[in-house]
C-alpha cells in the first residue's frame, strides 16, 4: 500500500493511492497515518479493504509529510563511501547517528525554505523508513519485521550552521521545512530488498546525485538493530539512512541551494518530490 496525507497543512487527512493514482480517503478507518496506526495489524486490516469502496479524493490537494505525530527523526549520517570521501570525512566505523528535530517535517513538494542568515543550503536525497512496531534491543534477523514502511525523505542540511558553527549536527539539520518527507509510505510488502533501490535528486533539471542503496556502509537492518541497542524506537518514529554522493559540498567549487532553485529527487518505487526553494524574509 500507498499511504499519505493530504491537505492544508495541519490539517491533513489520512489517504490511499490506489493501482490507478487515484486518492482515497481514509478517514474513515483510521484517524492518521501516524503511530499505532502504522502497527502490523492495522496494516493487515487496511490491506483487506477493496481501496475502490473508500471515497476517492477530488482534484490534486496538497500532499502532506507521509508520516503524521512524528516522535523521533533520526538520521544517519556519511553511510556510503563516496559520499563519506566527497566531504572529506572518514567513512565511519559505527553509524554515525544525530537528530533532526520533527518541526523540520514539511510535505514532498512544500517551499524549502533557508533561515535567516543561510549561506550554504544543500540537498540529500534519502532512503526513510517508518518503524511499525516497539523496538528495543532487536537482532539484525528480526530487525526489518520491525519497519512500517519506506519513503523519500529530503535530508537539507545548512552546512555552515552543520560543520563550522561549532556544536552538533542538529542546528544545521533542523531548520523548518528541512526535512521533506514522502510522497507515499510504502508498506514494506512492496520494498522486497531496500538495499537494491535507485535514488536520484536534480537541481534545476542538472542531475545532481545518483546512487544505490546497495552501496550503504550501513545496511538498514544494522541501522534498526543498531540504534535500538541505545533507545526505544516506536510506531511513527522516521530514520532517514544517508546520502549517495553528489552534495553541493561536496562539488569543485562546493554549489549551495538559492532562492528559486528547483529539487527534484525520487527512490525507485516510493515516489518522487518537487521543491522549491525560497529565503526566509
Ligand atoms: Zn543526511
Redesign the pocket.
Known sequence: MKLLRYGPAGEEKPGLLDADGTIRDLSGEVDDVAGSALMPEVLDRLRRIDPTSLPAVEGSPRLGPCVGQVGKFV???LNYYDHARETGMEPPKEPIVFSKYTSCIVGPNDDVVLPRGSVKGDW?V?LGFVIGKHTKYVSEAEALDHIAGYCVVN?V?EREFQIERSGQWVKG?SCDTFGPTGPWLVTRDEVPDPQNLNLWLDLNGERQQAGSTATMIFPVAHIVSYLSQFMSLQPGDIV?T??PPGVGLGQKPPRFLKAGDVMRLGIDGLGEQESTVRADA
Request: hydrophobic share 20%.
Open positions: 538520521a544517519i549520517g540529500e534519502e535530508d542540511s539539520k532517514c544517508g546520502t
